[in-house]
């Protein structure tokens, strides 16, 4: 698998302080779950800081499968 363009210290301030918007999806090309997360709070909030957890152990992905590192 190859290694993601994106930084994860960027996107993990973006999850923490836009999270609730789905900011950080849209920067990685996730634009579906990016409007439903704008549309939902972030899910209540819960998607955004399970999203948050996930970029910070590293096992969020982009849009191609590429892991952020």
Not at 15 to 23: A, D, E, N, Q, T
Not at 32 to 39: A, K
């Amino acid at each position: 698998m190859a290694k993601s363009s994106h930084s994860k210290g960027t996107l993990a301030i973006v999850c923490f302080f836009l999270g609730c918007l789905g900011i950080h999806r849209f920067m990685v090309g996730k634009v579906g779950t990016g409007i439903l997360m704008l549309i939902t709070g972030g899910g209540l909030v819960i998607w955004a800081v399970i999203d948050f957890i996930v970029i910070l152990t590293g096992g969020f992905t982009d849009n191609d499968g590429n892991k952020i590192k």
